[in-house]
């Protein structure tokens, strides 16, 4: 049996027989990592000896049969965003390269509490600016459905491992599409959920407002598993919402009896992709046969998604990456005084796309430029979120592209930055509006080389469990996402 | 409300950001930014007259964190991690009055 | 009319206030004195803004940050929220200081307040805003020129209120009556200690001058980091003697922000050149808006304990006091706990309460530098002691001796009393026995007195009370001592009479 590519669910029935042992499982990993690592380049940093030390309190906790869950002893790695007490944490900056926090985020906590096994930190652009991976600080990962292409980011690195069999399930972040565009580029599974749903408490920040944590997985199943242990109100982090969390399994109904399903018309306008929109249209047809209504909506301030998104961000941003001034960790550049230090510091550790943010930042803050960009920007965004629950009055989910363009090829795309930020219309504006989405693969380009599609399914506020209801009966009637790339290992 | 971003305003928010540039990325920066900024104000076509700004819901006296001091981390976990310590400090070289700004 | 009268100060105030609450203001770490806890030992991810900490807000903080308003009759406001004040410096480790901005806690309140010179003013006080403190710098500076600087998180992120005054103050009395008014109000609510040595209580003051009768207000400078009442003082009237300078010599006060010099007492430029600040405030996206909701505000004014004011009212009203012993009584929460706590435990008038404990046991507290609330005198006892004054049983010179020997063991007023036979002998024939002796010594003395040397009278009352040491009660003295020197006629019989008498006993 080759355990690497078991889903969360079988690794935790066989560990639950006792069929497997964790530390079986987690070497399989480890040597899956060895194999293919080199050839999708996904991970900053792969933690074995604590992998395998978690892994031998995993199997104990097995054998004695307490304080089991269903994902005692199964290994997950994570986006190099989220805080690993004792492991690197980078954010995929020089300014970071050797930070090494000594707390937990919540969600690595919550895991780690339920006896899940961690394994390594995913590339991804650095400080989650960008959609390729190609803004990371130290190199390139690859889509393991094609390696001459990106896996898109900023959660890329999370995806293709996925994608890879390099681990059953990772933990991205999705500030602007971050999870649900490496998913839909790589064919796995991927949940934003709901802004505040799970606690942010250690990821580091890009955009406080719009960063959600959420899992990539095989499949849906998968994902509502993780969202499960990971979800819920954290008392550190004052914006995690209260509202109790569903059991996700109760909503695998198999079936989408009373579920109406709109169409926003505005994200299937002109420069989607006809290999994109054609796997989209099937699905439509597909959830229309397993009985849902599928009807047309429009969310009409969607024009106005980019420059709300990029306002906002780059607000936030600027302020967020203000503690990186080599004081108290990371890389420093002593100079004759603070403000040296400050300086030669910024300058060597951060990117130029991350400099560019920080400045447009400090910018639409800035006295002068207030009023006419951050404040406007945050009330068109009031008008991006009433847009949603007008159509959520009438619809129960959204279902739409994930993005209008497969995978694009390494380097083709790092031109122009004002070009780059116009591509992520149909992720971005969800963030802002705070709404959950789940992406799934839907199918797959027809040219060779041929490349998943992926969809998304967005819900109402806190409503992740019909997101999953949906996606959960789309997947036992379909098998784009039991797909595997192969690999040359 | 098109607004070129000249290099000086440029140096301007790269001091305010602490962000040393070198000449080049000045120029560059300055040209990308004013594409950028003139893009953006596309949202002055919206009517928003009548828009509160967008916030998180409220929260009240119940979800605020109760007063109880917990155990601090340790100092050695925290200095860990310093780039220049000196003894059970953190050391800077000279803070001058006139960097705070 | 000198220049100085011919200009009017204008001048307001902004008050920063560590809160007194057991955690900081978005973190668990407890709050310490930071003039004494070991560097870098109270801290957390949070307060030392380490990659991907969050705040969470203290309750307790914005329930004080809440009574403060209430006590400065401020609106609470039912929306506020927190926003980023963005600069970079190393006391600031996150990169901005999560402040409030456009919707503070508190707004639109006032003071009454009444200086020195009994002048009264009213200020109003413009909002006070929750905010966080910033960590210390340690400032070394080395003689090859290789200065540094050490920073202790310590403080970093200990609740801070700003308290922040319009432009109402005229005069450096005015500002000196606020800034004692504040301090009073925070230390009786409970919620600082008013320590200034501690940094606990930090003054700032901004100050302009203008031609009086104009209306416009001239430019101003803000003087930074006063520390003491005796430098928000001594540099508000340095800075309005220097501005008016400026001003008589045809010239224009640069607006700037000025250190104060306690050394060469004056105030200097912090800097060069002046920046303009850019503080790039927003909504603190990590922190949702606070919903302050009627019920808490009702809750918190419940508690509210009475405030200076309506304390000193209460106290002229109802003990008949002076309002100059009632202010100095109600200066201090504690003092006036001890007061009403001794009159608990005392029958007579109020005042002579309020006499002894300003008069006598002050003197005691200030010569040993003792706090009323360290001091060994508890008020039962005290009031026990003007008891046993008031019922004859000790004459006040010997019950100042109790109290002084209560104040340095912590012993009872009759314990002492008794060990000590300093019980008030107010007997006639013992006393008139002690009288006959004194006359018999101190024939020359009479005879003075009858000359007409009135003041050889006290001094025959001070042998008499030597005589007792002290005990003697004095108006039994007097009466005694009236009347047997009336009694003595001019005659030389007279005399021999007075001297065998005197032998006789
Ligand atoms: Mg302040
Ligand atoms: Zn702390």
Same mark, same amino acid.
């Given at each position: 049996m080759d355990l690497h590519t078991l889903s969360v669910r079988q690794a935790s029935d066989l560990l639950q027989t006792g069929e497997i042992t964790s530390v079986a499982l987690t070497s399989a990993i480890l040597e899956r990592i060895r194999a293919v690592e080199p050839t999708v380049r996904a991970h900053i940093t792969v933690s074995d000896d604590l992998a395998l030390q978690q892994a031998e309190a995993a199997d104990a906790?097995?054998?004695?049969?307490?304080?089991?869950?269903?994902?005692?002893?199964?290994?997950?790695?994570?986006?190099?965003?989220?805080?690993?007490?004792?492991?690197?944490?980078?954010?995929?900056?020089?300014?970071?390269?050797?930070?090494?926090?000594?707390?937990?985020?919540?969600?690595?906590?919550?895991?780690?509490?339920?006896?899940?096994?961690?394994?390594?930190?995913?590339?991804?652009?650095?400080?989650?600016?960008?959609?390729?991976?190609?803004?990371?600080?130290?190199?390139?990962?690859?889509?393991?459905?094609?390696?001459?292409?990106?896996?898109?980011?900023?959660?890329?690195?999370?995806?293709?491992?996925?994608?890879?069999?390099?681990?059953?399930?990772?933990?991205?972040?999705?500030?602007?599409?971050?999870?649900?565009m490496p998913a839909g580029f790589c064919g796995v599974t991927g949940l934003k959920p709901t802004y505040g749903r799970v606690s942010r408490y250690g990821l580091i920040a890009l955009v406080s407002s719009f960063d959600s944590i959420g899992p990539l997985a095989r499949d849906v199943a998968d994902a509502a598993l993780v969202t499960q242990t990971i979800a819920g109100h954290d008392p550190?982090?004052?914006?995690?919402?209260?509202?109790?969390?569903?059991?996700?399994?109760?909503?695998?109904?198999?079936?989408?009896?009373?579920?109406?399903?709109?169409?926003?018309?505005?994200?299937?306008?002109?420069?989607?992709?006809?290999?994109?929109?054609?796997?989209?249209?099937?699905?439509?047809?597909?959830?229309?046969?397993?009985?849902?209504?599928?009807?047309?909506?429009?969310?009409?301030?969607?024009?106005?998604?980019?420059?709300?998104?990029?306002?906002?961000?780059?607000?936030?941003?600027?302020?967020?990456?203000?503690?990186?001034?080599?004081?108290?960790?990371?890389?420093?550049?002593?100079?004759?005084?603070?403000?040296?230090?400050?300086?030669?510091?910024?300058?060597?550790?951060?990117?130029?796309?991350?400099?560019?943010?920080?400045?447009?930042?400090?910018?639409?803050?800035?006295?002068?430029?207030?009023?006419?960009?951050?404040?406007?920007?945050?009330?068109?965004?009031?008008?991006?979120?009433?847009?949603?629950?007008?159509?959520?009055?009438?619809?129960?989910?959204?279902?739409?592209?994930?993005?209008?363009t497969p995978a694009f090829k390494l380097g083709e795309k790092v031109a122009d930055p004002l070009t780059m930020y116009l591509s992520d219309v149909h992720v971005v504006a969800i963030n802002p509006a705070g709404v959950p989405a789940l992406a799934l693969p839907c199918g797959f380009t027809g040219d060779a080389p041929s490349l998943p599609v992926g969809m998304q399914l967005i819900g109402r506020p806190l409503d992740e469990a019909t997101l999953f209801r949906i996606g959960h009966a789309y997947q036992q009637a379909t098998h784009w996402h039991l797909a595997r790339p192969t690999l040359a290992s | 409300m098109s607004q070129r971003i000249d290099s000086d305003l440029v140096q301007h928010i790269a001091f305010l950001t602490r962000l040393a540039l070198t000449e080049e990325e000045t120029a560059l920066f300055s040209e990308q930014f004013s594409a950028i900024i003139d893009y953006f104000d596309v949202l002055g076509e919206v009517d928003v007259s009548a828009v509160a700004p967008f916030t998180q819901p409220q929260i009240t006296q119940a979800e605020l964190r109760e007063d109880v001091a917990h155990p601090s981390m340790a100092r050695e976990d925290f200095l860990a991690n310093i780039p220049q310590r000196q003894g059970d400090y953190v050391r800077v070289s000279m803070v001058l009055e006139n960097s705070r700004m | 009319m000198n220049c100085i009268q011919r200009y009017e100060p204008v001048i307001g105030m902004e008050i920063h206030a560590e809160l007194h609450t057991q955690s900081k203001m978005f973190c668990g770490c407890a709050v310490t004195d930071t003039t004494v806890a070991e560097p870098n030992t109270t801290i957390c991810p949070v307060c030392t803004g380490l990659p991907g900490a969050m705040p969470a807000v203290n309750r307790e903080a914005v329930a004080q940050a809440m009574m403060v308003g209430l006590a400065l009759n401020c609106q609470i406001n039912e929306f506020t929220n927190f926003a980023r004040k963005n600069y970079f410096y190393p006391d600031l480790p996150k990169g901005y200081q999560i402040s409030q901005y456009d919707f503070p806690i508190a707004t639109n309140g006032w003071v009454d307040v009444t200086d020195e010179n009994s002048a009264a003013h009213?200020?109003?006080?413009?909002?006070?805003?929750?905010?966080?403190?910033?960590?210390?710098?340690?400032?070394?500076?080395?003689?090859?020129?290789?200065?540094?600087?050490?920073?202790?998180?310590?403080?970093?992120?200990?609740?801070?209120?700003?308290?922040?005054?319009?432009?109402?103050?005229?005069?450096v009395e005015a500002v000196q009556a606020y800034a004692t008014k504040i301090r009073e109000t925070l230390r009786y609510l409970g919620v600082n200690s008013g320590d200034m040595e501690k940094g606990v209580l930090r003054f700032e003051a901004n100050v302009s001058v203008r031609p009086r009768g104009s209306d416009t207000l001239g430019t101003r400078t803000e003087i930074k980091n006063l520390n003491s009442f005796r430098a928000l003082t001594l540099a508000t009237a340095y800075e309005i003697e220097r501005q008016i300078a400026i001003l008589e010599a045809g010239g224009g006060v640069v607006q700037e922000t000025l250190g104060w010099d306690a050394l060469r007492n004056a105030t200097f430029s912090q800097r060069g050149k002046e920046h303009a600040h850019d503080y790039r405030y927003f909504p603190e996206p990590d922190l949702p808006p606070l919903r302050i909701e009627r019920a808490w505000v009702n809750e918190v004014a419940a508690i509210l304990p009475e405030?200076?004011?309506?304390?000193?009212?209460?106290?002229?009203?109802?003990?008949?006091?002076?309002?100059?012993?009632?202010?100095? =009584?109600?200066?201090?929460? @504690?003092?006036? /706990?001890?007061? %009403?706590?001794?009159?608990? &435990?005392?029958?007579? *008038?109020?005042? !002579?309460?309020?006499?002894?404990?300003?008069?006598?046991?002050?003197?005691?507290?200030?010569?040993?530098?003792?706090?009323?609330?360290?001091?060994?005198?508890?008020?039962?006892?005290?009031?026990?002691?003007?008891?046993?004054?008031?019922?004859?049983?000790?004459?006040?010179?010997?019950?100042?001796?109790? =109290?002084?020997?209560?104040? @340095?063991?912590? /012993?009872?007023? %009759?314990?002492?009393?008794? &060990?000590?036979?300093? *019980?008030?002998? !107010?007997?006639?024939?013992?006393?008139?026995?002690?009288?006959?002796?004194?006359?018999?010594?101190?024939?020359?003395?009479?005879?003075?007195?009858?000359?007409?040397?009135?003041?050889?009278?006290?001094?025959?009352?001070?042998?008499?009370?030597?005589?007792?040491?002290?005990?003697?009660?004095?108006?039994?003295?007097?009466?005694?001592?009236?009347?047997?020197?009336?009694?003595?006629?001019?005659?030389?019989?007279?005399?021999?009479?007075?001297? !065998?008498?005197?032998?006789?006993?």
């Open positions: 906790r097995l054998r004695a049969g307490e304080q089991v869950t269903a994902l005692t002893g199964v290994p997950y790695s994570v986006k190099d965003c989220l805080s690993t007490k004792g492991v690197r944490t980078t954010c995929a900056s020089k300014i970071l390269e050797t930070y090494v926090p000594r707390y937990n985020a919540t969600v690595i906590q919550r895991l780690e509490d339920a006896g899940a096994v961690l394994v390594g930190k995913h590339n991804m652009d650095e400080f989650g600016m960008g959609s390729s991976c190609e803004n990371s600080a130290f190199f390139n990962t690859h889509n393991p459905w094609d390696t001459a292409r990106v896996p898109g980011g900023s959660s890329g690195g999370s995806a293709a491992a996925v994608a890879a069999e390099m681990t059953p399930f990772a933990l991205g972040e999705d500030t602007g599409g971050s999870i649900r550190r982090d004052n914006t995690s919402l209260r509202a109790p969390v569903p059991d996700y399994a109760q909503a695998f109904t198999g079936d989408l009896k009373g579920v109406t399903l709109g169409v926003p018309v505005e994200y299937f306008a002109e420069g989607i992709n006809p290999a994109v929109e054609a796997p989209i249209r099937a699905a439509l047809e597909q959830f229309r046969d397993l009985g849902a209504e599928v009807r047309e909506v429009s969310l009409p301030h969607t024009p106005y998604a980019i420059p709300v998104y990029y306002l906002i961000l780059f607000a936030e941003a600027s302020s967020n990456l203000a503690r990186f001034d080599g004081v108290r960790f990371g890389l420093s550049s002593d100079g004759a005084d603070v403000l040296e230090r400050y300086l030669q510091t910024r300058h060597a550790g951060f990117g130029d796309e991350v400099k560019r943010r920080i400045m447009l930042g400090a910018f639409a803050l800035s006295a002068g430029y207030y009023d006419a960009y951050y404040l406007r920007a945050q009330k068109v965004r009031a008008l991006l979120r009433q847009d949603f629950d007008r159509v959520f009055a009438e619809v129960d989910a959204l279902v739409a592209p994930v993005c209008p | - | 009213h200020i109003r006080v413009r909002r006070a805003h929750m905010e966080e403190d910033t960590a210390k710098l340690f400032h070394i500076y080395e003689p090859g020129g290789a200065d540094y600087t050490l920073i202790d998180f310590n403080r970093c992120g200990i609740p801070l209120l700003e308290i922040v005054s319009e432009p109402d103050m005229h005069s405030l200076p004011d309506a304390k000193h009212a209460r106290f002229v009203a109802d003990y008949g006091l002076t309002p100059q012993d009632a202010r100095i =009584l109600v200066g201090d929460r @504690a003092v006036a /706990g001890y007061f %009403e706590s001794a009159l608990h &435990a005392y029958t007579g *008038a109020p005042s !002579s309460v309020a006499k002894w404990l300003i008069g006598e046991l002050f003197y005691l507290m200030n010569r040993d530098n003792v706090s009323i609330e360290a001091a060994q005198v508890r008020p039962a006892a005290l009031a026990r002691l003007i008891g046993l004054v008031d019922a004859g049983t000790l004459n006040p010179n010997s019950a100042k001796a109790v =109290l002084g020997e209560m104040f @340095a063991t912590g /012993g009872q007023p %009759e314990a002492i009393v008794e &060990a000590k036979g300093l *019980a008030q002998i !107010s007997d006639d024939e013992r006393l008139a026995a002690v009288v006959a002796q004194v006359l018999a010594d101190n024939a020359a003395q009479v005879v003075a007195y009858r000359a007409g040397k009135d003041s050889v009278f006290q001094w025959l009352m001070g042998q008499v009370m030597r005589a007792t040491r002290g005990r003697a009660a004095p108006d039994v003295v007097r009466r005694l001592l009236s009347a047997a020197l009336a009694s003595i006629d001019d005659s030389s019989e007279g005399r021999d009479r007075i001297k !065998s008498q005197a032998q006789a006993l």
